[in-house]
C-alpha cells in the first residue's frame, strides 16, 4: 500500500506564509506519529512572486503541483499587484482551469458554543456540504469578456460532460456522508431553471443522474430561496450543488454563518488532482502581523488528509483528517484561545498551538 504522500505546498501572500508555517507543523506531526509519511515541497507562485518575476506561476511550479499527490494552496494574490489589464494575480484559478478542478467542496459546520450571527434552535447543529462548479459557468470568459463603450457581456457556459463529472462526485459525497453517519444522502441542486434555458440543461443533467442514485434522494431549490433558507432553517440542507457563479457567492454567506472567513476551508476537486485552501484571501491588511486566523488554513490540511485517505484506501490518514477538524472544531467552540476575526485576541501561533493541545486531549 502507499504511504508516502507528496504535497505540493504554495505559501502564497499577504497573510499565506503565516498560516501555511503552523499548518505544515501540525500535519508534519500528525505524520510523525501514523503509519505514513508526507513529504513538503515549496512551490512559489502568487502576486509577490509575480511582482519579483514577472510570472505568476512558474512552469516548475505547475509541474510539481501535477506530479504531487495532493496540492496546499494558501492566500493568494495582493490588490496592489495586477497585470497590465488590471485583473488580480490569481494562481489558483489558473490551476483550476489547468488541472480540471471541476467540483469546489466547501463544507458548512456550525456547533454549539460556536459563534454564528445564527439564532440556532438549543442543541441545533449545521452540517452541509455547498459543491460549487468551479471550471464553467459565469467564469468561464474570465479575463475576455466583451466590453465596448455601451456594452458588457459575459458568457455562462454549463457542458454536459463537467455537469455529469460534478453531480456524480455530489452523489458520492452523500453516499459516504450518510454511510458515516454525517449527512442523509440527500442532494440539492441549486439553480435558477424558471428563467434561464442554461439552468433548466443543468437540471435536467441532474435529474438522470439523480435517478442512477436510488439509495439517496434528491430536489431542487432556486438560488434566491436558497440564500433565504440558509439563514432560516440551514440544518435542513446536506449536500447541495451548483453553478460556479452561484456557489462563489453562497460559499461566502456559508463562511459568514460559520462565523467568518476565518474558519472557512475549502478543496478544489478533480478526477486525478485536488488543491486545498482556506476560502479567505491575503487579507494584506493584517499581513506581517502574526495575528492571522489559522484555522481555514488547518481545516482545509484535515481535509486534504481525509481526502488521500479516501483515495488511497488509508485508514491512517483518513482518522487524522477527522482528528484535526475536531481538534480544530473543538478550540472555536471552546472560545477561549480565538483571533481577532472571532473576537479573541489570541495570535497565530497560540492559535495553532491550541489546536495541536486539542489533538493530544482528544
Ligand atoms: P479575495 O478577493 O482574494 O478572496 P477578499 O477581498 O475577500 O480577498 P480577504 O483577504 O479575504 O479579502 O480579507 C477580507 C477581510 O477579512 C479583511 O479585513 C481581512 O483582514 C479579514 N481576514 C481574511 N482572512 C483572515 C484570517 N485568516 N484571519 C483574520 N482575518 C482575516
Same mark, same amino acid.
Given at each position: 500500500?502507499?504511504?508516502?504522500?507528496?504535497?505540493?505546498?504554495?505559501?502564497?501572500?499577504?497573510?499565506?506564509?503565516?498560516?501555511?508555517?503552523?499548518?505544515?507543523?501540525?500535519?508534519?506531526? !500528525?505524520?510523525?506519529?501514523?503509519?505514513?509519511?508526507?513529504?513538503?515541497?515549496?512551490?512559489?507562485?502568487?502576486?509577490?512572486?509575480?511582482?519579483?518575476?514577472?510570472?505568476?506561476?512558474?512552469?516548475?511550479?505547475?509541474?510539481?503541483?501535477?506530479?504531487?499527490?495532493?496540492?496546499?494552496?494558501?492566500?493568494?494574490?495582493?490588490?496592489?499587484?495586477?497585470?497590465?489589464?488590471?485583473?488580480?494575480?490569481?494562481?489558483?484559478?489558473?490551476?483550476?482551469?489547468?488541472?480540471?478542478?471541476?467540483?469546489?467542496?466547501?463544507?458548512?459546520?456550525?456547533?454549539?458554543?460556536?459563534?454564528?450571527?445564527?439564532?440556532?434552535?438549543?442543541?441545533?447543529?449545521?452540517?452541509?456540504?455547498?459543491?460549487?462548479?468551479?471550471?464553467?459557468?459565469?467564469?468561464?470568459?474570465?479575463?475576455?469578456?466583451?466590453?465596448?463603450?455601451?456594452?458588457?457581456?459575459?458568457? !455562462?457556459?454549463?457542458?454536459?460532460?463537467?455537469?455529469?463529472? !460534478?453531480?456524480?462526485?455530489?452523489?458520492?459525497?452523500?453516499?459516504?456522508?450518510?454511510?458515516?453517519?454525517?449527512?442523509?444522502?440527500?442532494?440539492?441542486?441549486?439553480?435558477?431553471?424558471?428563467?434561464?434555458?442554461?439552468?433548466?440543461?443543468?437540471?435536467?443533467?441532474?435529474?438522470?443522474?439523480?435517478?442512477?442514485?436510488? +439509495?439517496?434522494?434528491?430536489?431542487?431549490?432556486?438560488?434566491?430561496?436558497?440564500?433565504?433558507?440558509?439563514?432560516?432553517?440551514?440544518?435542513?440542507?446536506?449536500?447541495?450543488?451548483?453553478?460556479?457563479?452561484?456557489? +462563489?457567492?453562497?460559499? +461566502?454567506?456559508?463562511?459568514?454563518?460559520?462565523?467568518?472567513?476565518?474558519?472557512?476551508?475549502?478543496?478544489?476537486?478533480?478526477?486525478?488532482?485536488?488543491?486545498?485552501?482556506?476560502?479567505?484571501?491575503?487579507?494584506?491588511?493584517?499581513?506581517?502581523?502574526?495575528?492571522?486566523?489559522?484555522?481555514?488554513?488547518?481545516?482545509?490540511?484535515?481535509?486534504?488528509?481525509?481526502?488521500?485517505?479516501?483515495?488511497?484506501?488509508?485508514?491512517?490518514?483518513?482518522? +487524522?483528517?477527522?482528528?484535526?477538524?475536531?481538534?480544530?472544531?473543538?478550540?472555536?467552540?471552546?472560545?477561549?484561545?480565538?483571533?481577532?476575526?472571532?473576537?479573541?485576541?489570541?495570535?497565530?501561533?497560540?492559535?495553532?498551538?491550541?489546536?495541536?493541545?486539542?489533538?493530544?486531549?482528544?
Amino acid at each position: 500500500m502507499k504511504d508516502t504522500f507528496d504535497i505540493a505546498v504554495f505559501h502564497g501572500d499577504g497573510i499565506g506564509p503565516e498560516i501555511t508555517r503552523p499548518t505544515v507543523e501540525l500535519l508534519r506531526r !500528525l505524520s510523525q506519529q501514523s503509519g505514513y509519511h508526507l513529504t513538503f515541497r515549496d512551490c512559489a507562485a502568487g502576486a509577490s512572486h509575480y511582482a519579483e518575476t514577472g510570472q505568476s506561476l512558474p512552469e516548475a511550479s505547475m509541474q510539481a503541483a501535477r506530479a504531487a499527490d495532493a496540492i496546499l494552496l494558501s492566500a493568494m494574490g495582493l490588490p496592489s499587484v495586477r497585470y497590465p489589464d488590471g485583473t488580480e494575480i490569481s494562481p489558483q484559478i489558473d490551476l483550476r482551469k489547468v488541472l480540471h478542478l471541476f467540483a469546489g467542496v466547501r463544507p458548512v459546520r456550525i456547533f454549539p458554543g460556536q459563534k454564528t450571527p445564527l439564532k440556532l434552535p438549543p442543541e441545533t447543529s449545521v452540517d452541509f456540504v455547498l459543491i460549487r462548479e468551479s471550471t464553467e459557468g459565469l467564469f468561464h470568459t474570465q479575463g475576455c469578456g466583451e466590453v465596448t463603450r455601451n456594452e458588457a457581456r459575459e458568457t !455562462l457556459l454549463i457542458t454536459r460532460k463537467t455537469s455529469e463529472l !460534478l453531480f456524480d462526485f455530489a452523489f458520492d459525497l452523500a453516499r459516504e456522508r450518510k454511510a458515516s453517519g454525517q449527512g442523509r444522502g440527500h442532494v440539492t441542486c441549486v439553480d435558477k431553471a424558471n428563467v434561464f434555458r442554461a439552468f433548466a440543461f443543468f437540471r435536467e443533467l441532474f435529474d438522470a443522474e439523480a435517478a442512477k442514485h436510488p +439509495d439517496l434522494t434528491s430536489d431542487h431549490a432556486y438560488v434566491d430561496a436558497t440564500a433565504l433558507w440558509f439563514v432560516q432553517k440551514p440544518w435542513d440542507f446536506d449536500v447541495l450543488v451548483t453553478e460556479n457563479m452561484f456557489g +462563489d457567492i453562497l460559499s +461566502d454567506l456559508g463562511a459568514g454563518l460559520m462565523g467568518g472567513l476565518g474558519v472557512a476551508p475549502s478543496a478544489d476537486i478533480g478526477l486525478d488532482h485536488a488543491v486545498f485552501q482556506p476560502c479567505h484571501g491575503s487579507a494584506p491588511d493584517i499581513a506581517g502581523q502574526g495575528i492571522a486566523n489559522p484555522f481555514a488554513m488547518i481545516l482545509s490540511g484535515a481535509m486534504m488528509l481525509e481526502w488521500l485517505g479516501r483515495r488511497h484506501s488509508n485508514a491512517a490518514l483518513k482518522s +487524522d483528517g477527522v482528528l484535526l477538524r475536531q481538534a480544530t472544531e473543538a478550540v472555536i467552540a471552546e472560545g477561549s484561545v480565538l483571533t481577532g476575526d472571532l473576537g479573541g485576541t489570541a495570535t497565530t501561533e497560540q492559535a495553532a498551538r491550541a489546536v495541536s493541545a486539542a489533538i493530544a486531549a482528544i
